[in-house]
Nanobody, 122 residues
Framework: VQLVESGGGLVQAGGSLRLSCVVS????????VGWFRQAPGQGREFVAA????????SYGNDVMGRFTISRDNTENTVYLQMDGLKPEDTGVYYC????????????????WGQGAQVTVSP
């Protein structure tokens, strides 16, 4: 499985960004695609995940109600719509795929993209 992120950038607090993750290779409806983020000097943090079938989603507590994960069946793309951005949302955002049921556990994700930088200014 290969994952390629795009859509990062610089935005002011309160603004919005949409990240895209194009998924290719052998992926099944039971698999999970998730987003993690890593702030400078910190470990990776779970952001959101979606079952490849699109039947269920999960969110981290810090982003619930502000971020929305979705999937476009025709484009093999997973999106992360980020609204109401805060400076603490700054970091590198990674798309990842897991053979496990929907999960927030980083170690269960086998395939990773290269990351996309998101910077939120005050």
């Amino acid at each position: 499985v290969q994952l390629v992120e795009s859509g990062g950038g610089l935005v002011q607090a309160g603004g919005s960004l949409r990240l895209s993750c194009v998924v290719s290779g052998l992926i099944f409806s039971k698999d999970t695609v998730g987003w993690f983020r890593q702030a400078p000097g910190q470990g990776r943090e779970f952001v959101a995940a979606i079952k490849w079938s699109g039947s269920s989603t999960s969110y981290g507590n810090d982003v619930m109600g502000r971020f929305t994960i979705s999937r476009d069946n025709t484009e093999n793309t997973v999106y992360l719509q980020m609204d109401g951005l805060k400076p603490e949302d700054t970091g590198v955002y990674y798309c990842a795929a897991s053979r496990a049921p929907i999960t927030a556990v980083e170690s269960l994700y086998t395939y990773w993209g290269q990351g996309a930088q998101v910077t939120v200014s005050p």
